[in-house]
């Protein structure tokens, strides 16, 4: 597809669960940025990524959260032992360049976690 | 306080009116300054940025930023019930630092009949 995809769409988990959110981003895309958006609220940064390298997982909330895009393309974002905190809904957005000209983020329709 | 801030709302508007949305920032050396509209249950969409003192236009939409009292804001004229949405304003931080757009709360507009 031409747009960052993401999946699941909707996940529920029990507390204490492992997930696992998954995002393809835009092909040729060279960034990739994770962040989470709770009700009512703005999106959160949580992660980078330029290529395979991760190089801002300063967002991240606890060392529960963990994010990989080992070939420079797909990206997981998995949640080890959920909580009834995380959730939310996890957006996935990717960029040609970063935030180089234009600034434009490519937002997927996100993933929406709830942790009963 | 909190980088970027923004109005909840609703804010309430009639069809055919200007609709101002307002953000202010924290951090004097934000660089670059960006507006997205939000659907309800829908991703975040760029509408426009700013980098530069001053007002910008792109058909209906005005961006101003000011540096100096650290606001941007963004008009929209002759609005439409299709622009009903939240208004998330955003920010890059200053050089140096992590490239990830901040974003506010955003401010959710309602335009009426």
């Known amino acids: 597809g031409a747009g960052v995809s993401q999946s699941p769409r909707y996940k529920v988990a029990k507390r204490g669960q492992d997930v696992a959110l998954r995002c393809d981003p835009i092909?040729?895309?060279?960034?990739l940025f994770w962040y989470q958006q709770a009700l009512g609220q703005g999106p959160e940064f949580l992660t980078y990524?330029?290529?395979?390298?991760?190089?801002?997982k300063s967002g991240l909330p606890s060392d529960r959260f963990f994010a990989e895009r080992p070939e420079g393309s797909v990206s997981t974002l998995k949640i080890q032992r959920t909580q009834q905190e995380d959730s939310a809904v996890y957006l996935c957005?990717?960029?040609?360049?970063?935030?180089?000209?234009?600034?434009?983020?490519?937002f997927g329709e996100g993933s929406r976690l709830t942790v009963l | 306080q909190k980088e970027v801030e923004q109005n909840s709302g609703p804010l309430s508007v009639p069809e055919g009116a200007i609709a101002s949305l307002n953000c202010t920032y924290s951090?004097?050396?934000?660089?670059?300054f960006f507006w997205y509209r939000q659907y309800s249950g829908k991703s975040p969409e760029l509408i426009m940025f700013?980098?530069?003192?001053g007002d910008k236009e792109d058909g209906r939409f005005t961006a101003q930023l000011n540096k100096a009292s650290q606001y941007v804001s963004l008009l929209i004229r002759d609005s439409q019930p299709s622009d009903s949405a939240t208004y998330l304003c955003?920010?890059?931080?200053?050089?140096?630092?992590?490239?990830?757009?901040?974003f506010g709360t955003g401010t959710r507009l309602q335009v009426t009949l």
């Open positions: 955003a920010l890059t931080p200053r050089a140096g630092t992590a490239s990830k757009l901040t």
């Open positions: 092909s040729g895309h060279v960034s």
């Open positions: 951090d004097r050396g934000s660089q670059s």
């Open positions: 957005a990717s960029s040609p360049s970063g935030l180089a000209g234009t600034g434009e983020l490519f």
């Open positions: 990524f330029q290529n395979e390298a991760q190089l801002d």
């Open positions: 700013i980098y530069s003192n």
